[in-house]
């Protein structure tokens, strides 16, 4: 069956940085996109970065632009999320997905992992 396990979450302080990586199994891994997806606690579960099958395209959520970077490693069947200048309100379970498409919608994504916490202090 298809699993994606997400890894790398944690507690970091304000201006810092975590990288996160989902690994996946049990699906033609390079033809699908690759999303990450966030929820805070009270909130709905919003978009943050999506990565199109090759990698070669990218596309990410206003909040994050230019503090994260998505990645993908075809050959590993893995993705990653580097997070850079990290602030309070990027606190929330972070998600990995894979999809059909890499689009903001969490609608078309197929397979979810279980999600792993980030925790930025103030």
């Known amino acids: 069956q298809v699993q994606l396990v997400e890894f790398g979450g944690g507690l970091v302080q304000a201006g810092g940085s975590l990288r996160l990586s989902c690994a996946a199994s049990g699906l033609a891994f390079s033809r699908y996109a690759m999303g990450w997806f966030r929820q805070a606690p009270g909130k709905e579960r919003e978009f943050v970065a999506a990565?199109?099958?090759?990698?070669?395209?990218?596309f990410y959520a206003d909040s994050v632009k230019g503090r994260f970077t998505i990645s993908r490693d075809n050959a590993k069947n893995t993705v990653s999320l580097q997070m850079n200048s990290l602030k309070p309100e990027d606190t929330a379970v972070y998600y990995c997905?894979?999809?059909?498409?890499?689009?903001?919608?969490?609608?078309?994504?197929?397979?979810w992992g279980q999600g792993t916490q980030v925790t930025v202090s103030s």
């Open positions: 990565a199109s099958w090759s990698g070669g395209s990218t």
């Open positions: 997905a894979a999809g059909r498409a890499a689009i903001t919608t969490p609608q078309a994504y197929d397979y």
